[in-house]
C-alpha cells in the first residue's frame, strides 16, 4: 500500500459515502469521487465542499445525468424552459425491481441505506430536471404532502418501495407531484417528467425514457450519437478536471432530504465506518 494515495473511489452503501470521504479528505487525497447520492445530509455535504476547497481537493459526486445529451437537448428546444415559464412539473418514474446484491443489503436494508426508492431514485429524478431546467438548483423545495409505501415483506426491503409527494418550489411558484417507486408489478410503464408552460401557446416539455419532446415532436441531435455519460465522466475526473454542477448536487441533496424530513422519516450519514 503506497503511504499516498491521489484518487480515491468511494462505490459503498449510502450512509457511509461521508465518513468515507471525510477520512479522504482528512488523508489528503486530491481527487475524490463518491457515487450518488454523494451524502444524505446537506449540511454535512457543505461541510464536504468547504474542506475540499480550502485543501485544494476536487471532489466529484457521480450525477451523470449531467452529463447525458439531455443538456445539448434541452438547448434545442425553441423556447428554452426556465423557471419563469413553468407552471408545474409532474413525475411518474418507475424503473426496475428492488436491486438485491449479493454481497449485502445496502439498498434495501435501513441500517445501510438509511433510505429506500427516494434515496436511490430521487437523485436520478432532481438530476434529470435540473438538466433541463439548469436555473431550477437556485430555488429551494418546499414538500406539501408526502407519503411513503413499503413492501410487505421485510426480507426483501425494511426501507421505502415507493413514495408519492406535492411540492412548490416557492419563488418561482411553480408546483410539483411526483410518483416514484420500484416496479414491483412488472407494468413496464414508461418513466416520464412532464413540464407544463404557464404560456398555454407554448408546448409543454416532456422527458420520457431518456427522450426529450417539445409538444408531440422529439428533439433529437444530428448525428444522433450514443450517450457514453458515465465514461464521459470518470474521464473527466481522472483527467484532474473541476466538476461543474456542484451546485445542482448541492441542491438535489436538500431536495430529497426535504421528502424525507416532510414524513418525519429521516435520513443520515451517521455509519460508523472503522
Known sequence: ??????????????????????????????????????????????????????????LWPGYHHHYTTLNDLSR???????????????????????????????????????????????????????????????????ITECSFSESSNK???????????????????IKISGKISYDLSNDNKPRQILFKRKNKLQDSVTWNESRLFSGNKEIMLNPNRSDLAFRKMIYDFLQGKDCQYLKMVTWNIECIEKLYASCNASISDDLLVI
Not at 10 to 23: E, M, R
Open 155 to 173: 426480507t426483501i426491503s425494511d426501507v421505502d418501495t415507493g413514495l408519492t409527494f406535492t411540492g412548490i418550489y416557492t419563488i418561482p411558484n
Open 76 to 142: 434545442m428546444l425553441e423556447q428554452p424552459l426556465m423557471t419563469h415559464d413553468i407552471e408545474s412539473i409532474e413525475i411518474l418514474f418507475s424503473r426496475g425491481n428492488i436491486p438485491q446484491r449479493g454481497w449485502g443489503r445496502s439498498f434495501t436494508s435501513k441500517s445501510l441505506s438509511s433510505g429506500g426508492c427516494g434515496v436511490d431514485l430521487g437523485p436520478h429524478v432532481m438530476s434529470i430536471i435540473s438538466s433541463i431546467v439548469p436555473n431550477i438548483s437556485n430555488y429551494p423545495l418546499e
Open 1 to 58: 500500500m503506497p503511504k499516498t494515495l491521489d484518487y480515491a473511489f468511494i462505490l459503498t452503501n449510502h450512509k457511509s459515502h461521508y465518513p468515507l470521504a471525510k477520512y479522504c479528505i482528512d488523508k489528503r487525497i486530491k481527487h475524490i469521487f463518491i457515487e450518488k447520492p454523494a451524502v444524505l445530509e446537506v449540511a454535512n455535504w457543505k461541510k464536504l465542499l468547504k474542506l475540499s476547497t480550502d485543501l485544494d481537493i476536487k
